[in-house]
């Protein structure tokens, strides 16, 4: 048997019995157990694992961990200390995100017409989507929360991704209803609540 | 919009946040191909040196 | 979820379905060209992080100049090893990209 793990949370009482408890240090791993044969990009397991994932987060914060890793208490070790804080930080806070398909997708650089990595890796930055700068004003100002971050995702849409308290989702998903009646035209949606990914994932 | 399409929408969202979110620790994710478990030792190469990447590639 | 111009977003909006194998057959030329594409897929997924995390560092102006030449060359160089293993094993970009199927609804 292999756990798949789900999360990192400060409380067994987060996972039981929603999910399985794996201690590591300070924290708990949540995961679900499946055979040693069992595939990973198995649709029903996957539809599993969101459904765990959601019920999770409705009894407390965690931080998620990527899908696909099983658990193995030696290798999040060095995450800890630095999760235990976070954890401890947005124990209330959520994640709602924002994705916004751009107007006009900008063409990818080939990466044959730069002889330098700087030009190529610029080129990509500067390629990355663009939305309509007063969408952009009004989603950051209407939905607000404790903080904001927008994150590339390819040259067709941009994506933000808000800290927000959890008793404060209800008023960032009225925010998204008025953005959708005043700019009908902009593609977005808006999700969450979602566990802590993009607040738990400052890669250094 | 449809109540089917709004469903679908919001099952491919959970699951690319299922799938493409949340911190990578080091070591090994389990992929599987059909019944086999293929192990991939390369993922904690994405948090160290680049060039351990690129040398990889060089080799296969 | 609240969305608006849901045909433009599923155009626009790439879910990341794609790291995730089919189940393949036993026949051994199938399981070669399956694995082959299992690996591909994998250091396409590896070389897509990399990608998003070197813009995410020059978006929050944390990279040195040699840095960023570092980080641009090895992105180069990955897609044109990707491009040349393409090559060799007849895949395309959209042999990689692997789909769950057709949509089901959660319970």
Known sequence: MKV????????????????????????????????DNQPLGDRDLLLRVANVRAALLERATFVAIRYGFAADVAKVTP?????????????????????????????????????????????????AAEIDPRFREAAEARIGGIERRWTPRDNASV??????????????IEAGQSLKRDFPEVPFLLSGPWPLEVFADDHQ | MNDQSAEDLSLLET????????????????ISIGDVDLLYLGLNIVLANVDAIVRTARRT | MITNDEARLREALTFTESTIPERISADP????????????????????????????????????EEEIERLG???????????EMKQVFGLT???LNLSLGPVKTLD
Request: charged letters at 25%; a negative charge.
């Open chain 3, 73 to 83: 060359s090895a992105l180069m160089k990955l897609e044109e090893k990707m491009g």
């Open chain 3, 93 to 95: 970009d959209e042999d």
């Open chain 2, 15 to 30: 699951l690319d946040h299922l799938l493409d979110r949340g911190v990578v620790i080091s070591g090994e994710a389990v």
């Open chain 1, 159 to 172: 994506e933000m991704a808000a800290l927000v308290e959890r008793a404060d989702v209800a008023r960032v």
């Open chain 3, 29 to 64: 030329e199938v399981v070669e060209n399956g694995l082959a594409r299992l690996v591909l897929s994998i250091i396409e997924l590896v070389r897509r992080l990399l990608e998003k995390q070197a813009l995410r560092r020059m978006d929050a102006g944390n990279l040195s």
């Open chain 1, 79 to 127: 995450y800890l200390a630095k999760w235990q804080q976070l954890l401890e930080a947005h124990r209330d806070h959520v994640e709602m995100t924002l994705k916004v398909a751009a107007a006009a997708p900008l063409p990818r650089p080939d990466r044959r017409d730069y002889a330098s990595g700087a030009g190529y890796l610029r080129a990509l930055h500067a390629s």
């Open chain 1, 4 to 35: 798949v793990v789900i999360g990192a949370h400060l409380h067994r009482t987060d996972i039981e019995p929603l999910a399985e408890a794996v201690p590591a240090g300070a924290l708990w791993l949540s995961g679900i157990s499946v055979d």
